[in-house]
């Protein structure tokens, strides 16, 4: 399983940035990725890594309080990519953000993720 985090960069506080993950490998063979629920984690350096939104293979969403109403996850399954839009960006969200089954990080592994940094 293949987890590749982009779209992460510099912005100011009060400014939008739009994530995307693309998931590849074997995991994911015709049709799969449709089936499986996804999360996007951020982490701090010297924080436990943070759960912030999860989309399931229904289409409804689960959002961690810090980021409701201020972040929006999506899927193209065509494309095998999850999205997470980002708005109303504050300090407090700098992380590297990655994608992951909210279950099955551990038999997946972790991408190198995507590095958000939000400046005041």
């Known amino acids: 399983v293949q987890l590749q985090a982009s779209g992460g960069g510099l912005v100011q506080a009060g400014g939008s940035l739009r994530l995307s993950c693309v998931a590849s490998g074997s995991a994911f063979s015709r049709f799969a990725f449709r089936r499986y629920d996804m999360g996007w984690y951020r982490q701090v350096p010297g924080k436990q890594r943070e759960l912030v939104a999860t989309i399931f293979s229904s289409g409804s969403t689960n959002y961690a309080d810090s980021v409701k109403g201020r972040f929006t996850i999506s899927r193209d399954n065509a494309k095998n990519t999850v999205y997470l839009q980002m708005g109303s960006l504050d300090v407090e969200d700098t992380a590297v953000y990655y994608c992951?089954?909210?279950?099955?990080?551990?038999?997946w592994g972790w991408g190198q993720g995507t590095l958000v940094t939000v400046s005041s």
């Open positions: 992951n089954h909210p279950r099955l990080s551990g038999t």
